[in-house]
């Protein structure tokens, strides 16, 4: 296959597409961010919907219902990843290294 092939279809399917982004864009009324921030969650939400509704169907064994499925990853995921990230950047890792790093020296007595 050639990347430049312009004859090579894509496959998409893009029920699952606007399901992921219908997902993604209604959960922006919960997200605080600025526009470019939203925007890639947004994309990130519907890519996370396209790639990961059929394996979790598949997994939780409702296959005949993708399309609400994918909606909720698109709903739920990003705003899950935006909260695990914002507390990500409340921890103080300057903080928590000395403190690390002063208990190795006690333990070991370095």
């Given at each position: 296959?050639?990347?430049?092939?312009?004859?090579?279809?894509?496959n998409l399917d893009l029920t699952k597409i606007a399901i992921g982004l219908a997902g993604a864009?209604?959960?922006?009324k919960f997200?605080?961010?600025?526009?470019?921030?939203?925007?890639?969650?947004?994309?990130?939400?519907?890519?996370?919907s396209y790639f990961g509704t059929t394996p979790c169907a598949a997994l939780v064994g409702v296959k005949d219902a993708e399309g609400?499925?994918?909606?909720?990853i698109g709903l739920f995921g990003m705003g899950l990843v935006?909260?695990?990230y914002e507390g990500l950047q409340a921890v103080d890792?300057?903080?928590?290294?000395?403190?690390?790093?002063?208990?190795?020296g006690n333990r070991f007595g370095a």
């Open positions: 296959m050639n990347l430049t092939d312009a004859s090579t279809p894509l864009t209604v959960s922006l997200v605080q961010g600025r526009w470019w921030e939203r925007l890639g969650l947004v994309v990130g939400g519907a890519a996370l609400l499925l994918g909606f909720l935006t909260k695990v890792a300057r903080s928590i290294a000395s403190k690390v790093t002063q208990w190795i």
